[in-house]
């Protein structure tokens, strides 16, 4: 695994910041790497990304926490939302404006039918990292190494291609560079202008029979509009947003190699993303995965499943947060809609009571997914939403705030999750299945999901 030093960024300009030596890492178990079969391939590898610059600065995660201490409280609300696993072949314009538009629209249903801010976070530029529960893919008794990833090795099941690839490592983070460069442009540029973006949400109103259904909410966010409009706002502030880049903190070798110590403050942030977080497969407390995550500064968090105990995510929360700082750890629960009202009361209470502060995300994607008649992995929009209810119900229960969604989505016309009011049936899965490892939720699908947690946010604050 080795000591990889962690290199200081810009030019040190205070004497905290000069004198800051070079960190290294312990040598932890790692769990869920990839099977690297050159070493000295993955060095140069690992020295070149060593070398690169940020893809985000110390700054813009400091700005992030604040953001989410806000949530943390009850003030804010986050949207996290992206592509299950980025491919390379899918780093397009198209695609990341497809998915950036979808994101834009459910932020504006969210903010104008609740009165508060979103803070809205992509998976994206970053996500080519995949855990799998098998190392070995076997079709038709062939093995070979299952796909981890972009970032590793490629989906297609040939021997060459799924051969991991340390200088994939290199390749992912010119791609998540591009994949940043056109956020900004598009988040800054006019392109997430708040008029154009409910004149679409306009569109799935009057268009699509899940829509119709919100009319209401549609016709709150034009009075909102109109009056903002009224008190003569400054346009620019309506053409410009806030907008972060989170992914799973998979690969140990990546994140280290890519973690530089802050000139301004001496400390290291992992510049790989703004937000990061830790899988369920890899949160065991003595391991590689929450020592990185408890040394950087970043805003962090931790996916929490439905076999965790109580005490344990509790441990977590004291290693990863031990300051208490607002905004700095976020736990995202991800139970399934059979276990969450059972599960989560206990491990909410639990931290609740410690007094540590954590932002409370839903992932109702994870937990809820099964195996079709076709062989095809999907998700049923009923059991998406009925975890959202459920994570809505125990912190509606025990005084606590529900503070965001994590989904897995794409601005695309995909057929990979049933259900939903536009109707994709189980039938329909094989005719636009596109997903590289999970199903995510199409737009429309996307968007209902925003009216419908919209009104349960509406409902949550009228019961406060």
């Known amino acids: 695994m080795g000591h990889y ?15 800051v030596g070079a960190l290294t890492w312990p040598d932890l178990p790692a769990h869920q790497q990839p099977p690297w079969p050159d070493s000295a391939e993955l060095e140069q590898a690992v020295e070149q990304l060593r070398r690169l610059p940020p893809l985000v600065f110390a700054g813009e995660c ?7 201490a806000s949530a943390s409280s009850g003030q804010a609300f986050v949207l996290m939302g992206g592509d299950c696993a980025e491919t390379f072949a899918a780093n397009t314009a198209d695609s990341i404006r497809a998915r950036l538009q979808t994101l834009l629209q459910m932020a504006a249903v969210l903010t104008y039918a609740t009165s508060m801010p979103v803070i809205k976070v992509g998976r994206l530029a970053g996500q080519y990292f995949k855990p799998r529960s098998k190392a070995i893919e076997v079709r038709d008794g062939v093995e070979l190494t299952s796909y981890l990833g972009d970032a590793v090795n490629d989906l297609a099941f040939e021997q060459a291609a799924r051969r991991p690839d340390a200088f994939r490592l290199v390749q992912a983070y010119h791609a998540s560079g591009a994949a940043l460069n056109l956020v900004r442009a598009f988040t800054q540029g006019g392109y997430a202008d708040l008029r154009q973006v409910h004149a679409w949400n306009q569109d799935f ?18 009075r909102a509009l109109a009056f ?37 403050t001496g400390l290291p942030y992992d510049v790989s993303g703004h937000f990061l977080w830790v899988g369920e497969r890899t949160r065991q407390l003595d391991a590689a995965h929450i020592d990185f995550a408890a040394t950087i500064r970043n805003p962090i968090g931790v ?37 969450v009202r059972d599960v989560l009361p206990g491990i909410v209470q639990k931290i609740d009571a410690s007094g540590i502060p954590v932002v409370w995300v839903c992932d109702p994607m994870h937990g809820n997914t099964r195996e ?61 299945y596109e997903t590289a490892c999970d199903p995510r939720l199409n737009r429309e699908q996307s968007l209902e999901l925003a009216f419908l947690v919209a009104d349960m946010l509406i409902r949550h604050s009228a019961d406060a």
């Open 62 to 68: 400091d700005q992030l926490m604040q953001r989410l």
């Open 372 to 432: 079709a008649a076709s062989g095809h992995k999907t998700r049923l929009f009923d059991d998406v939403i009925g975890e959202v209810e459920g994570f809505f119900a125990v912190h509606r229960d025990l005084g606590t705030f529900p503070g965001g969604i994590h989904i897995e989505l794409t601005g695309d016309d995909v057929t990979e999750c049933v259900g939903g009011t536009a109707g994709v049936h189980e039938d329909d899965l094989g005719q636009r």
């Open 303 to 339: 996916k929490v499943g439905p076999t965790a105990d109580a005490d344990d995510v509790l441990a977590l929360c004291e290693r990863l947060n031990p300051d208490r700082v607002p905004g700095r750890l976020t736990l995202i629960t991800r139970m399934g809609v059979g276990k």
């Open 228 to 264: 903002v409009h009224a008190c003569g706002a400054d346009p620019v502030e309506f053409q410009r947003v806030e907008f972060y880049a989170a992914h799973e903190a998979l690969s140990i070798d990546y994140e280290r190699a890519l973690t530089r110590i802050d000139s301004r």
């Open 5 to 19: 030093p962690v290199v200081m960024t810009g030019a040190p300009n205070s004497a905290r910041g000069a004198n």
């Open 205 to 222: 109103v009057r268009d699509s029979a899940a829509g119709q259904r919100y009319d209401l909410i549609a016709a709150a966010i034009d």
